[in-house]
């Protein structure tokens, strides 16, 4: 059995956002995501075939739902259920630390 830390072995430099697949079954896939001040890029929206369930561990986001006005900004701690192609994109994500996600990924 090996023990692994969420927060270990965080790159110091990210040109781009990572992802990391911890446990991926026939059922779901678990990913820790790693962002650095990244975000989608402008007119393109994450349109998903499975549902996501994501929490927020350290830094900040704001997540933009399409047909809302606003960014729902996320810290440590908070999570969020996004149905499949429930039309979605990453605003901004904290430029001054990392920001960690964990991804449930289900049908």
């Known amino acids: 059995m090996r023990i692994r830390n969420l927060f270990r072995d ?9 992802s990391e697949a911890l446990l991926d079954t026939q059922q779901f896939r678990l990913e820790r995501i790693l962002s650095a001040g990244q975000r989608t890029p402008p007119g393109q929206w994450y349109d998903q075939n499975t549902s996501e369930w ?49 991804a449930l990924h289900y049908q």
């Open 10 to 18: 965080l790159p110091e430099v990210m040109s781009e956002e990572m």
């Open 54 to 102: 994501v929490i927020l561990l350290s830094g900040e986001a704001g997540v933009l739902f399409e047909g809302e006005a606003e960014a729902c900004v996320m810290r440590p701690g908070d999570y969020v259920h996004i149905p499949a192609h429930k039309r979605h994109r990453v605003e901004w994500t904290d430029a001054k630390q990392k920001t960690v996600w964990l």
